[in-house]
């Protein structure tokens, strides 16, 4: 027998929710990165100043792509969860209200 697999829409969605937030965050921490990359190469002379902008530069690249990832998988997290919402009600309206052993309906 295969093993129960127990699936919580609600929990599902606040799941996606959260990642959301967080790639967001991570493409705004991308965006001062980029903007620092600018500032550090302008501020420091010379071989030093290219090096530091091209860091800064390359960490808002990561974050960039950090963020991008992070918004993809809240994206299958929410149809995921829209999904097993709709399965649930489909599965409901073909069953009915559950009865009670006495005959009478549970709700």
Known sequence: MAPRITVQPDALAALADELARLASAL???????RSAAGVLDAAL????????GAVATAWADLAGALAE???AVAGTVRA?????????EELAERFGAPVLPGGDPSC
């Open 45 to 52: 002379a010379g071989r030093e100043g290219t090096v530091t």
């Open 80 to 88: 995921a969860a829209v999904a097993y919402r709709d399965a649930d």
């Open 69 to 71: 990832g992070t918004a």
């Open 27 to 33: 493409a705004t921490d991308g965006e001062r990165c």
